[in-house]
């Protein structure tokens, strides 16, 4: 993903480096008429009554400082003074010294340049130099007008530091710019202070211009529809500028997949310098594509696919894909299973912004032909038609509920009489039974879900959480006696390690919540995306299921220290445990002696590929729940992973 933002273009405040108070007691910008080094040296006053000779031209090397004492505080205390004094007692005395700590003091910033030295003699040879000081005048309070975006009381914790102390420039300047750099942390970079005065009682106004967004202009969209951008802008003209909520919208608009390249610029307004405009740059990309592909995986085996997607149709930002898919059928498969083809079609619409809200809805049509995974030696067939309604929640950003609504029809054949009436046999289980295995129909499904996501990055996560629950309700058209209703759901946290590592903890669970569940629509577990180790279903199938894995993940070791290839950036290396067990065990476990529950250890390889998501390779041995004469071990393949 390529998001760019370009330097705002727009004029920053200098910071303040001398105030002083006008004839209106106004504290503006600017420089003393002379500066200290130029004044303070007529205020080293020798004292006459002393006798001492101090002045310019006469040499005072035979005389040492004997001590410093402070006059004329009253709100700062004479130690903080004396901490900027670098005389020790004994240095030898020189205006020149005395010149630069009067200036040291003066730096400080709570006094006025009427300040005197005088020097006071104590002995022929020593003398102690007073100091006397006036302060300026104490602030008693701070107005605060021009906030809208955050609160007084936050800003004033900036500022009541300063309350009841004389003003003090060199605070005053840090405070300014800790409130801009507060408030640019919270998203509003384009919020300064313009103006501090005081009045007469002490207390000291400070103004600020948040950053008011003047219009905002698109630039670069010629496929793409006007209103297809705007409606991912969620930022208004006329509300304070704020980054936070500008990169959420260049997200937005960059999740359409119609565009390359996302950026943004501000420029103050010339006509209205309290505005500033902010223009939207945008790069189109093809979104329009016909694709050729292949791969293997557990469940398809060696696949072939095409198909046609535009992921901004008719410029709508509108999703139109048609995918075809014929697969050899399950690699690796035990007895149980067909060496039968896969054949998939697919086809689907996604629309982002149903009507203009933030409701999105897809539609899809499918069919499929495959050798069953949960029915042995038997040939499923499935098609269908289904919707989806999904809403994000306002006050829970990370949150999306969503609708389902489907109907299809499940159709099993038989695929193997003679093998699995000698199945039957073997157990001493009744060939009627077979006809409760082979019991498909049409459904009519009711599926409310609910997702929270808080990754970092969906393609290769290391920090956040990824949870979902999902209830079905299958309701049988064809023999109301059938129906059924079942729920499931899973979280999945993401932990970093050191820098590009991670590990992963996963819980799933699902089961029956009512009616007889047909052995097809039955949970599985064994093979890729669910406890590795096993072949597909080779664990067990059932009417619930409880598992959990643990995996880590990292790149090559030192990897970079060999080659600057860029793709190798892509391939991380896994380590797992996978544990599971299967509830409400069905016919085929018992003709085909399934452990039901197993532990699994193993190590694997995931190849990101842009837009596909992880392929994983992994291989996994059983720990646990391996009958006696079966072989330990296996390979899983997959595309994605599963949550």
């Known amino acids: 993903m390529l998001i760019t933002q370009a330097s705002p273009s727009y004029a920053l405040t200098p910071k303040w480096k001398f105030w002083e108070k006008n004839k209106k007691n106004n504290i503006e910008q600017g420089t003393p008429k002379q500066s200290p080094n130029d004044t303070l040296w007529e205020n080293i006053q020798p004292d006459k009554q002393q006798n001492l000779q101090a002045e310019k031209n006469v040499s005072t090397s035979d005389i040492k400082f004997h001590s410093v004492e402070i006059v004329g505080n009253s709100l700062i205390e004479s130690s903080e003074i004396l901490d900027a004094v670098k005389i020790k007692p004994g240095d030898p005395y020189s ?38 000081v006036q302060e300026n005048i104490p602030i008693t309070d701070f107005s605060i007008t021009g906030n809208d975006s955050i609160a007084t009381g936050d800003l004033l914790q900036i500022l009541n530091s300063m309350v009841n102390k004389p003003q003090n420039i060199n605070k005053i300047n840090d405070a300014i710019q800790e409130i801009q750099e507060y408030y640019a942390s919270q998203g509003y970079i384009l919020a300064r202070v313009t103006a501090v005065t005081d009045d007469p009682d002490g207390m000291v106004n400070i103004d600020i211009d948040e950053g008011k967004i003047g219009s905002i202009v698109i630039e670069g969209n010629k496929k793409t529809k006007d209103f297809v951008v705007k409606r991912n802008i969620l930022t208004q003209p006329g509300t304070i500028y704020n980054e936070n909520l500008i990169k959420q919208d260049l997200m937005r608009l960059y999740g359409t997949q119609a565009f390359k390249d996302v950026k943004r610029t501000i420029e103050r307004d010339e006509e209205n310098p309290e505005v500033y405009n902010v223009t939207i740059h945008l790069e189109e990309q093809r979104t329009g594509t016909i694709s050729l592909g292949g791969g293997l995986d557990t469940a ?20 139109v894909s048609l995918s075809l898919l ?62 989806t309604i999904s809403r994000a929640f306002v006050n829970f950003p990370h949150l999306v509920g969503s609708f389902g609504i489907g109907l299809e029809n499940v159709h099993v054949k038989e695929g193997d009489a003679n093998q699995i009436s000698k199945l039957y046999a073997a157990h001493n289980i009744p060939i009627s039974e077979r006809a409760k295995q082979l019991q498909g129909g049409l459904f009519l499904s009711l599926s409310p879900s609910l997702i929270y996501d808080t990754r970092d990055n969906s393609t290769l996560p290391r920090n956040g959480v990824f949870a979902n629950v999902r209830f079905d309700e299958e309701i049988a058209l064809d023999g109301f006696e059938n129906t059924f209703g079942k729920l499931s759901g899973g979280i999945k946290k993401y932990y970093p390690v050191a820098k590009k590592s991670s590990v992963s903890l996963a819980f799933r669970a699902g089961g029956k919540i009512h009616g007889d569940m047909p052995e097809v629509m039955a949970y599985r577990l064994g093979g890729p995306y669910t406890v590795r180790g096993f072949r597909m ?34 391939i991380r290396i896994a380590a797992f445990i996978d544990a599971g067990q299967i509830y409400g065990s069905t016919v085929t476990n018992e003709i085909y002696n399934r452990p039901i529950h197993a532990i699994t250890a193993g190590v694997g390889v995931r190849v990101f590929v842009p837009g596909v998501g992880p392929l994983a390779i992994d291989w996994g041995y059983p720990l646990t729940g391996v009958p006696n004469g079966t072989s330990k071990g296996a390979f899983t393949f997959g595309i994605g992973e599963f949550y």
């Open 300 to 319: 398809t085996g060696l696949f072939g696919t095409g198909g046609f997607t535009d992921n901004n149709f008719r410029g709508t930002g509108q999703r």
């Open 95 to 132: 205006v020149e010294a005395v010149q630069q700590n009067l200036k040291a003091i003066y730096d400080l910033g709570y006094f006025t340049e009427k300040m005197r030295a005088i020097p006071i003699k104590v002995d022929d040879k020593s003398i102690k130099l007073q100091i006397i």
């Open 326 to 387: 014929a697969g050899t059928g399950v690699v690796m498969a035990d007895s149980s299973m067909l060496n039968r083809a896969n054949l998939q079609a697919e086809i689907s619409w996604f629309e982002p912004k149903l009507r203009g809200t933030d409701n999105s809805l897809m539609i899809k049509a499918f069919g499929r032909d495959f050798a069953s995974y949960q029915i042995p030696l038997a040939v499923e067939q499935r098609f269908g038609i289904e919707s």
């Open 537 to 570: 279903s080779g664990i067990g199938t059932g009417s619930g299921f409880m598992m959990g894995s643990a995996e880590f993940q990292t790149p090559i070791p030192f990897i970079d220290r060999i080659t600057d290839a860029k793709f190798l950036d892509n």
